[in-house]
Nanobody, 124 residues
Framework: QVQLVESGGGLVQAGGSLRLSCAASGRSVTSYIMGWFRQAPGKEREFVAG????????YYTDSVKGRFTISRDNAKNTVYLQMNSLKFEDTAVYYC?????????????????WGQGTQVTVSS
């Protein structure tokens, strides 16, 4: 079993940047496909970005392509989400998640472990 702890959220002006970190403990992140999700008030949790075990394939929802970058440092057992050119609509609680599955999926229900979330607020 893995424990996930997100950090790096905060308040930023539109156009600014933040880097989220997801530190894993209890098991190596190399065992998992990793994903970032977000949930805004009144909305369902949605997929943002994902990365495979080796870190050589990344996936993004269309609204963040070209602005967000997911990466993983397996030696540090940490996954990152670099967020640039932030927009008001990026405001949400961001969650890190780990999937034991073989095939990458964007479906939140398929992920096995979740962090507690970190708030990202973008002011317009």
């Amino acid at each position: 079993q893995v424990q996930l702890v997100e950090s790096g959220g905060g308040l930023v002006q539109a156009g600014g940047s933040l880097r989220l970190s997801c530190a894993a403990s209890g098991r190596s992140v190399t065992s998992y496909i990793m994903g970032w999700f977000r949930q805004a008030p009144g909305k369902e949790r949605e997929f943002v970005a994902g990365i495979n075990r080796r870190g050589d394939s990344a996936y993004y929802t269309d609204s963040v392509k070209g602005r967000f970058t997911i990466s993983r440092d397996n030696a540090k057992n940490t996954v990152y989400l670099q967020m640039n050119s932030l927009k008001f609509e990026d405001t949400a609680v961001y969650y890190c998640a780990a999937d034991l599955g073989v095939v990458f999926t964007r479906a939140p229900s398929r992920y096995d472990y979740w962090g507690q979330g970190t708030q990202v607020t973008v002011s317009s």
